[in-house]
């Protein structure tokens, strides 16, 4: 009795991290509204390397908000089938070993690790749905370390919308500001040059 009164202490933490999950991805949809507000102000005083910096911010929290949400659904699946288990008394030994530890994994609310975690349980489920394997090749891609340039970039440009202001930032693809701007007023100036000489033979 004593082996199934421990596996519902971890049904109960399972089911707290996925609460818990889904909380931080709110958390990171709250910090992206201060990131985008932020942007909108940066280019209202047309400071656009200060806009660029809280466009990253606002997008790598937008895609950890997305991450934290996919764990939480893969958490709570988990816990269903642990549920389900232990409805139908087939907490397996492996699954009780699988548990060792478990609870620090999921306070540290590191993706990763919980991943980790979850790989393990899923394991213990021969019948795992497809889907959760899907999921988790979605999340694997969208890391949340880089932020894709073209998202940043149509940020930028939906804030400067809002704002009511025009982004003459049509950049070379792979581009920065600077470098960019120096790029294309050098084949301005060619440009001229040709029409000039153009001009003179006419």
Excluded: W, Y
């Excluded at 764990?71 to 397996?92: G, H, I, W």
């Amino acid at each position: 009795m004593q082996h199934s009164h421990k596996t519902l202490k971890h049904l109960f933490n399972l089911k707290f991290a996925a609460k818990d999950l889904q909380r931080n991805s709110k958390k990171c949809d709250k910090e992206e509204k201060v990131e985008k507000a932020k942007v909108k102000k940066a280019i209202q005083k047309g400071n656009m390397e200060v806009a660029r910096i809280h466009a990253e911010n606002a997008i790598r929290q937008k895609n950890q908000s997305v991450n934290f949400l996919r764990m939480s659904a893969r958490v709570d699946a988990v816990a269903a089938r642990v549920q389900t288990a232990v409805t139908m008394n087939q907490v397996t030994k492996s699954m009780a070993g699988v548990v060792k530890g478990m609870d620090a994994t999921l306070k540290s609310m590191n993706l990763e690790k919980i991943s980790a975690l979850m790989d393990k349980f899923e394991h213990q489920f021969e019948t795992l749905d497809v889907q959760t394997a899907q999921m988790e090749d979605t999340m694997s891609s969208t890391t949340t370390l880089t932020t894709p340039q073209n998202q940043v970039e149509s940020l930028l440009h939906e804030m400067a919308d809002e704002a009511g202001l025009d982004l003459n930032m049509e950049l070379p693809q792979g581009q920065t500001g600077s470098v960019g701007t120096s790029v294309a007023s050098a084949e301005q100036d060619e440009l001229s040059q040709r029409l000039a000489k153009l001009r003179d033979q006419m």
